[in-house]
Nanobody
Framework: VQLQASGGGSVQAGDSLRLYCDAS??????VGWFRQAPGNEREFVAA????????LYHDVVKGRFTISRDNRNLTVYLTMNNLKPEDSAVYYC?????????????????WGQGTLVTVSS
C-alpha cells in the first residue's frame, strides 16, 4: 500500500484547509490521520474504517475536523475548519489492511510522507 499526503499549507487562524491522502496498491480496512509538531511525539487526529461507518476523533479536533473518503477513488480527506496555531504540525496519513479503527500509531502498517500545516495567529 502506498500513501501520498498533500494539501498542506500556511493559513491564518480561523481558516480552513483540506488534506488529501491518495492510496494505491492493496485495499485497506482502516485509514487515519496523525500529526507531529516539532519536539512532540506523533499524535492521533482522526481515523475511520474504509466503509465510513466508524470514525474516531481526538477530542481537541472534534467538531472542527472531519475525516471522509471519496467513494469514486482511493482518496481520504481531512477537512479542517477553524484552524488554530496549535494545529500546526506535519500531518501524516496512515492505513492498515486488517486492523480495527485505532488511535494508536502501531495500529497502522502503512504511512505516507507527511504534509506541513502552519497556522498563524
Amino acid at each position: 500500500v502506498q500513501l501520498q499526503a498533500s494539501g498542506g499549507g500556511s493559513v491564518q487562524a480561523g481558516d480552513s484547509l483540506r488534506l488529501y491522502c491518495d492510496a494505491s496498491g492493496r485495499t485497506v480496512s482502516t485509514v487515519g490521520w496523525f500529526r507531529q509538531a516539532p519536539g512532540n511525539e506523533r499524535e492521533f487526529v482522526a481515523a475511520m474504517n474504509w466503509r465510513g461507518s466508524r470514525k474516531l476523533y481526538h477530542d481537541v479536533v472534534k467538531g472542527r475536523f472531519t475525516i471522509s473518503r471519496d467513494n469514486r477513488n482511493l482518496t481520504v480527506y481531512l477537512t479542517m475548519n477553524n484552524l488554530k496555531p496549535e494545529d500546526s504540525a506535519v500531518y501524516y496519513c496512515a492505513a492498515d489492511q486488517w486492523g480495527l479503527v485505532s488511535d494508536k500509531t502501531d495500529g497502522y502498517k502503512y504511512w505516507g510522507q507527511g504534509t506541513l500545516v502552519t497556522v498563524s495567529s
